[in-house]
C-alpha cells in the first residue's frame, strides 16, 4: 500500500504563509510527477501545481501563480508546496498526487485554513 503522507496544513490569517509537505517511502519518487490539488467544500476537486519528475518544470493554476511555489527534493522524497499571500479562498482540503505511466496515487489530504 503506498502512502503519501501530507503535512503542515492549518490555519493562518490572510496575508499569512504555509509550507505543505507530502513525503512518501513506497515509490521510487524521483520517477514520478508531483502535483498538489485542493478542494473546498461543495467544489471539485482542482489542480494547484505540478512539477516534473526531475522538478525542471512546474505549473501552476492562475489563482496560485505568483503566490504559491511547488518544489521537491528527490533525496528526501518529498513534495513541497510554499504558500504565501494566502486568501480566504484558498481553504480548501490539500491532496498530494504522485502520477507515473499507469500509476496513480493520493494522500489523504490537509486541511488549510485561511480566516482572520
Known amino acids: 500500500q503506498v502512502q503519501l503522507v501530507e503535512s503542515g496544513g492549518g490555519l493562518v490569517q490572510p496575508g499569512g504563509s504555509l509550507k505543505l509537505s507530502c513525503a512518501t517511502s513506497?515509490?521510487?519518487?524521483?520517477?514520478?510527477?508531483m502535483s498538489w490539488y485542493r478542494q473546498a467544500p461543495g467544489k471539485e476537486r482542482e489542480l494547484v501545481a505540478a512539477i516534473s519528475s526531475g522538478g525542471g518544470t512546474t505549473n501552476y493554476a492562475d489563482s496560485v501563480k505568483g503566490r504559491f511555489t511547488i518544489s521537491r527534493d528527490n533525496a528526501k522524497n518529498t513534495v513541497y508546496l510554499q504558500m504565501n499571500s494566502l486568501k480566504p479562498e484558498d481553504t480548501a482540503v490539500y491532496y498530494c498526487?504522485?502520477?507515473?505511466?499507469?500509476?496513480?496515487?493520493w494522500g489523504q489530504g490537509t486541511q488549510v485554513t485561511v480566516s482572520s
Open positions: 513506497e515509490i521510487t519518487f524521483s520517477r514520478y510527477r
Open positions: 498526487n504522485a502520477v507515473r505511466s499507469s500509476y496513480d496515487y
